[in-house]
Nanobody
Framework: VELVQSGGGSVQAGGSLTLSCVFS?????MAWFRQESGKSREGIAA???????AYDYSVKGRFTISKDNSKNTLYLHMNNLKPEDTGVYYC???????????????????WGQGTLVTVSS
């Protein structure tokens, strides 16, 4: 599986951004991870093959993960962004939903190249 990300950038607090991730090859679950400076990569949103989703408490209600299989694209719509959302965002794909949720980041099958999101107060 190859994952190519786009989107990201700088925005003021309260603003919105959308990240995209084009995938090639078969995928099972997919996810978005965030890595803040000096911290480990953490799962923030995941979507399974049946369309069911899971979110970290820090983004629930503000972020929406979606997948368009006709375009082979995964999205992360981010609303009401906060300075603590700043970090490098990675899309990911794996066969195991718990891995997509972030249980074992080191074991995830495939990663996008990462994109920086900066939220200023």
């Amino acid at each position: 599986v190859e994952l190519v990300q786009s989107g990201g950038g700088s925005v003021q607090a309260g603003g919105s951004l959308t990240l995209s991730c084009v995938f090639s090859g078969h995928t099972w679950c997919m996810a978005w991870f965030r890595q803040e400076s000096g911290k480990s990569r953490e799962g923030i949103a995941a979507i399974d093959t049946d369309g069911s989703t899971a979110y970290d408490y820090s983004v629930k209600g503000r972020f929406t993960i979606s997948k368009d299989n006709s375009k082979n694209t995964l999205y992360l719509h981010m609303n009401n962004l906060k300075p603590e959302d700043t970090g490098v965002y990675y899309c990911a794909a794996d066969r195991i939903m718990s891995y997509c949720r972030g249980d074992h980041p080191d074991a995830v099958d495939a990663w996008g190249q990462g994109t920086l999101v900066t939220v200023s107060s």
